[in-house]
């Protein structure tokens, strides 16, 4: 696999999701990552990025309800969203951070219901 991931679903708007991102070795390890989404209609946007070493950044639509994290020995990373409002309906990819992004996945779907 080199970019998946996993977790979407319904939920109610105030609830919460943990997505995965299960990715390759070569793209993972020692690299930066980041999670976009893309509503309909809308471009493709930047969520949150972290650091090989755990350093993170957040859009700030969403600062103070989602968290990046990584597991480095799993090659796997994580956002875990509380608070959830309609407008974060979109489906959620994966990649590299801006400027360093490789193959998109299929994404995850979130959709977030008032």
């Known amino acids: 696999v080199q970019l998946q991931a996993s977790g979407g679903g319904l939920v109610q708007a105030g609830g919460s999701l943990r997505l995965s991102c299960a990715a390759s070795?070569?793209?993972?390890?020692?690299?930066?990552m980041g999670w976009y989404r893309e509503a309909p209609g809308k471009r493709r946007e930047l969520v949150a990025t972290?650091?090989?070493?755990?350093?993170?950044n957040y859009a700030d639509s969403v600062k103070g309800r989602f968290t990046i994290s990584r597991d480095n020995a799993k090659n796997t990373m994580y956002l875990q969203m509380n608070s959830l409002k309609p407008e974060d309906t979109a489906v959620y990819y994966c990649?590299?951070?801006?400027?360093?992004?490789?193959?998109w996945g299929q994404g995850t779907q979130v959709t977030v219901s008032s």
């Open positions: 070795r070569s793209i993972f390890s020692n690299r930066a």
């Open positions: 990649n590299g951070p801006p400027g360093f992004t490789t193959y």
């Open positions: 972290i650091s090989s070493g755990g350093t993170t």
